[in-house]
């Protein structure tokens, strides 16, 4: 492997972390307030989340690449805040990544607590639960495989990302030059021996991935498992 191949290794893996570190911080209220939302615009608001899943990549690199030029609005105050222009910069491909895998962490999160039982969350309430405690001692250990799978599939997801990451960010060695750009690389100046490799190790990565998550999701359904539906309120009382 190359020394570029290994600054694209670097960036590609911490373009994922960080994504799927916001992902996290911000799918997770937005996918309980999907969960609990009654209102006929709840559908409109999950299409508008489940988007990426069907729009063309380039689709949404371009807009996002408009949006963060700097005659834009976006792009003129992230450079009045920072400094710096937005456009083809790892921040850039932070921002693109999160929209464009966003719904690979709301939807497994919101179909988890739509499936915690409200009585529940009922009688920790009535124990003194507060919000804080009911999240993370209630919904938490209820939810935890749900929330490594959401997890895994947003870091998975990023590492794959090519259309966005090339749109917004460009092809710029240690900054936003990913594993998927450089395999694109490869094949254009015909060294098929290091798109091999590189190929080689996206694929086995995406396999053990889906393999883990497959594996996770067989314990966690097992009746065994069911034990699990008192923990919060157990805790509670223990407290």
Known sequence: MTE??????????????VTTLILLLLGTPLAWWLSQLQSKWRV????????????????????LLIAFAPDALPG???????????????SAIVIGSVFY???FVVQPLQKAFEQIDPHVLAKARMLGAAKLDLFFHVILPLTKASFITAATLGFAHTVGEFGVVLMIGGNIPDETRVLSIALFDHVEAFEYQQAH????????????????????????????????????SRGLRQR
Not at 48 to 62: D, E, K, Q, R
Not at 76 to 84: A, E, M, V
Not at 205 to 221: E, K, Q, R, V, W
């Open 4 to 17: 570029f191949d290994l600054l694209a290794t670097y960036t590609t893996l911490k373009l994922a972390s």
């Open 197 to 232: 490799l590189l190929a080689s190790i996206l694929l086995i990565g995406s396999l053990i991935t889906l393999a883990l998550i497959y594996l996770l999701n067989f314990y966690h359904d097992q009746p065994s498992s069911n034990k699990s539906a008192n923990e919060g």
């Open 101 to 103: 895998s966003l719904p």
């Open 76 to 90: 003129q105050l992230w450079q009045s805040l920072t400094g710096q222009q937005l456009a083809f910069s790892f």
């Open 44 to 63: 409109v608001i999950e299409a508008v989340v489940a988007l990426p899943l069907v729009l063309p990549p380039t689709v949404l690199g371009f807009y």
